[in-house]
């Protein structure tokens, strides 16, 4: 059983490369990030909806009212982790804001296991967890310098308030996880807490689309010239939803039956296997990318981070 949650684990963290090249795409065609976000997680929230409804797990919805409130506000992890990513990668870079992201996680995960938080089962960290993680973040390290070089460095320069951002909600995402995990025992059915989790981003998101618009900071709505873009959509560009969804209902479920660290762990490193593959070839509609030996061998140290977490 083990196994069939660590390649779910591993799946889960591939989609993320997918959901990047869709919301991209979407956010081109809509002219505005915050509502192609918003548009993206209504698809999560419909599809999960649609999957609640099909597998009879309606009724589940209804014991919402008997679950503690912040059992079901998990999702908001979801809008803030997206919101971070549209304030920081043009601030900070892409590269040192996922980096960032990643640190985020793996350290908040590791709280978790170690005190046993959330619902968690305690797994104090031994050797082979602690030397995991740090070969985990080395090679997040390793992978920021391959790919972004001296301007890593120079993104970070002065903006140490912005790196709390992206570590606090990258912190986030696992306790997210966790709080799932709450849900889904208080509900017991696993479709209808994803549909929660979404339905509760899609909500913050469309308030921080509507303050923006109120506060005449946000983009301009889609305009006929804004639609335009919507010929050159492909059609998995509203996929990004589908994406979301299948990897926060890997999280939760899987979260409770190996620990937070190694769930972790195999989402990043699926990801950044993921994100080698897509930019070597240029998939996605995404440049192609000369892979550095550097960004390989922190792919490599990732990994085998991954590796100790799991069998020690």
Known sequence: MQTLFILSS?????????????????????????????????????????????????????????APWWHAIGGLASALYVLSTIVLFPRIGAIVTVGLLIAGQ????????????????????????????????????????????????????????????????????????AIN???????????AVGFVSFAVATMAMAAVLTLRLILSAASAPVSASNAG??????????????????YVTVVFTSI???GASAVIALTVAGQQAASIVVDRFGLLRFPKREISRIRLAGVAALLAGVALIKLF
């Open 10 to 66: 591993l799946i889960g963290g591939t989609v993320l490369a997918f959901q990047a090249g869709a919301n991209a795409q979407l956010s081109k065609a809509m002219g505005n990030p915050y509502s192609a976000t918003a548009v993206q997680l209504a698809v999560g929230a419909g599809l999960l909806l649609a999957a609640t409804v099909l597998t009879d797990s309606l009724s589940a919805l209804g014991r919402l009212s008997g």
């Open 106 to 177: 793996m350290l908040m995960s590791l709280i978790l296991d170690g005190f046993g938080w959330l619902g968690v089962p305690r797994q104090e960290p031994d050797i082979g967890t602690l030397l995991g993680t740090v070969s985990v973040l080395a090679g997040v390290a390793a992978i920021m310098a391959g790919q972004s070089g001296k301007d890593a460095a120079q993104g970070l320069s002065g903006k140490p308030g912005l790196a709390a951002f992206a570590l606090l909600s990258g912190a986030l995402l696992p306790v997210q996880g």
């Open 181 to 191: 995990a709450l849900l889904r025992a208080d509900l017991q059915a696993s479709f």
């Open 229 to 246: 873009g919507f010929r050159s959509l492909p059609w998995w560009g509203w996929l990004g939803g589908v994406a979301g969804s299948v």
């Open 256 to 258: 409770p039956a190996i």
